[in-house]
T-cell receptor, first 115, second 113 residues
């Protein structure tokens, strides 16, 4: 079974600074997808960024980028130029390319942005 | 485009009572998911449907939880009888296909007293 570990329960960053959230996962599969989701307080979970395991190039979405290290089974999220609206719980998730895409989530990192 | 709809948003029940949650996915989405999110934890997949067939229900406590997806569209999740440990947010999500982006609903917050 796959597991996803987020070792930082809480992180804080100063507005306009850069922060990196860590995620490691364990799998025996070679083909899979990795995701970062954002869940603001009392609001819906939304997708931040997606990475296909077969792609060597790290995914980027505006101020959000990932550092995908397949051999190390590491998938960190970097948020540049942090904004107050970035404050939320961030979840790392693994989706199998087999098993009809069964998803496994980490327990999340709460990000606080200080003005 | 309308998002994933869930109802009710909040529910408080006594232990041993039954409860049902409803989900209406994004139109045209074939894959529907129910997750349980206990406070302080990440979502845990309970059941995944592809159209009206079950793809994965390995983590569904089948002695008390049941789910169905009527005509491959709406879905209901039922708990009977509820236990204290079932207190959680129940999230519904849908995607066009299993490899596509999942869109989440607002969730139903269940409190079991």
């Amino acid at each position: 079974a796959q597991t996803v570990t987020q070792s930082q329960p809480e992180m804080s960053v100063q507005e306009a600074e850069t922060v990196t959230l860590s995620c490691t996962y364990d799998t025996s599969e070679s083909d899979y997808y990795l995701f970062w989701y954002k869940q603001p307080p009392s609001r819906q979970m939304i997708l931040v960024i997606r990475q296909e395991a077969y792609k060597q190039q790290n995914a980027t979405e505006n101020r959000f980028s990932v550092n995908f290290q397949k051999a190390a089974k590491s998938f960190s999220l970097k948020i540049s130029d942090s904004q107050l609206g970035d404050a939320a719980m961030y979840f790392c998730a693994y989706r199998s390319a087999l098993n009809a895409g069964k998803s496994t989530f980490g327990d999340g990192t709460t990000l606080t942005v200080k003005p | 485009e309308a998002g994933v709809a869930q109802s009710p948003r909040y529910k408080i029940i006594e232990k041993r009572q039954s409860v049902a949650f409803w989900c209406n996915p994004i139109s045209g989405h074939a894959t529907l998911y129910w997750y349980q999110q206990i406070l302080g934890q990440g979502p845990k997949l309970l059941i995944q449907f592809q159209n009206n067939g079950v793809v994965d229900d390995s983590q569904l406590p089948k002695d008390r939880f049941s789910a169905e997806r009527l005509k491959g569209v709406d879905s209901t999740l039922k708990i009977q009888p509820a236990k204290l440990e079932d207190s959680a947010v129940y999230l519904c999500a849908s995607s066009a296909g299993w490899a596509d982006t999942q869109y989440f609903g607002p969730g139903t917050r269940l409190t079991v007293l």
